[in-house]
């Protein structure tokens, strides 16, 4: 798929699915509650419960090579002809109603540091490594973790919400706090409902809150306040885990922006949509992508 072609917004067309979409820009006026930051006067998408399956493979299959945890090890995506395609590019990030594609890097209650390669040919999922040795985490992640397609956060572009923090130059990550273990390379449908504005030596690290549609309480949490009602105390940990888990290697905890609080589901959005421009603009090749693959 050319690049220019992934950025092609169809208007009006609903199979939106079934195309690379850019979201559409609407104003957003800030306003802090009781749980963190909101939004007001944003279109809101359908309050409709979800009861939808969750899974959501676009004629995409995964081809795995190597053995797990070596450096060789590699999870592929391929369309339904063969053809290796890009978890980050080619599948789409905004489903419509709200839903949008989630594609699990690391499945909860384990520790293997496992990523997109951005730099690698069909951008396929890898362990990360250091100094040449394979990363983990030093214990284990609680929920699902990974990525949302088609977003970027831009190195080039300085924050002014989050302390002029500048993007991390990857994808933004996604932390599924449904019950159900996935398994790397699934692609589910999800709905934000927080964000959290880390900062990581420096630089801004979006960590989206979300749940998988086919969790048994999808249909009882669409905004913040909702996961403090029905999982009380997981947008804390969440924020404690990814604060504290390089300690243990002797650096020092991560820190928050946003006022070191979580925001809602408006600011989730907003976020999402400005990294999905920042995409667009990648791939177009309006900013420089330097060792970054766009195949």
């Known amino acids: 798929m050319a690049a220019a072609a992934r950025v092609i917004a169809i208007a009006g067309n609903s199979t939106a699915a079934a195309s690379s979409c850019l979201l559409i820009k609407t104003p957003f006026a800030l306003q802090r509650c009781s749980n963190g930051l909101r939004f007001n006067n944003v279109r809101r998408s359908s309050k409709r419960l ?19 945890e070596t450096l060789d090890y590699r999870v592929f995506f391929e369309d339904n002809s ?6 980050w590019h080619d599948v789409p990030l905004h489903l419509g109603d709200g839903v949008f594609s989630f594609i699990v890097e690391i499945p909860k209650e384990s520790s293997a540091k496992m990523e997109v390669a951005t730099d690698e040919l069909y951008t396929p999922i890898k362990q990360d490594t ?12 609680n929920w699902n973790y990974g990525l949302l397609p088609q ?31 996935r398994k790397i390379g699934d692609i589910l449908k999800v709905k934000p409902l927080a964000a959290l504005a880390m900062i990581d030596e420096g630089e801004l690290d979006w960590k989206i809150v979300a749940i998988s549609l086919d969790d048994p309480r999808a249909s ?21 885990w990814f604060r504290d888990y390089k300690i243990p290697d002797g650096k020092p905890a991560n820190k928050f922006g946003l006022g070191n609080k979580a925001a809602n589901k408006d600011y989730a959005l907003k976020v999402i949509t400005e ?10 090749r309006s900013i420089p992508a330097g060792e970054l693959s766009l195949v």
């Open 130 to 141: 250091k100094k040449g040795k394979l990363r983990y985490y030093p214990y284990n992640i």
């Open 275 to 284: 990294t999905n421009e920042s995409w667009a603009k990648l791939v177009k």
């Open 50 to 68: 979800f009861s939808c399956n969750a899974i959501y493979n676009p004629q995409v299959q995964i081809k795995r090579e190597g053995q797990p």
């Open 220 to 240: 009882l949490v669409n905004d913040i306040d909702d996961v403090e009602k029905h999982f009380p105390g997981t947008l804390t940990a969440v924020r404690d």
């Open 151 to 181: 977003t970027w956060e831009d190195p080039s572009l300085a924050n002014s919400e989050v302390e002029g923090a500048f993007g991390d130059n990857d994808p933004v990550d996604v932390v599924e706090i449904g019950e159900s273990r």
């Open 82 to 87: 063969g053809k290796k395609i890009s978890p």
